[in-house]
């Protein structure tokens, strides 16, 4: 099995995100192949892009959402959640 792996706004970077429709690109090049997509929303996910994830701005369903940071309002804890 293959997976591509992205953080859809990059947060060490300060927070800087792609042109509108390039992740919506890659999930499509990526299904077509049979390719699962990793969301790496540790920085970017529970409102910190503006909506719940970032993934949300172009209405994509990751394989796999990684989470944490704000998951747990200070405590050391993370998550991955799986479709």
Not at 42 to 58: C, I, K, L, Q, T
Request: aromatic share 10%; charged share 15%.
């Amino acid at each position: 099995y293959a997976a591509v792996i992205v953080e859809p706004v990059q947060g060490r970077g300060g927070m800087r995100a792609p042109p509108y429709g390039w992740l919506s690109a890659l999930h499509l090049d990526a299904n077509s192949k049979g390719t699962l997509m990793i969301h790496d929303e540790v920085y970017s996910g529970f409102g910190r892009s503006g909506r719940w994830f970032a993934a949300d701005y172009e209405g994509l369903k990751p394989d796999l959402l990684c989470l944490g940071k704000a998951l747990a309002g200070g405590y050391p804890i993370s998550a991955c959640v799986g479709t």
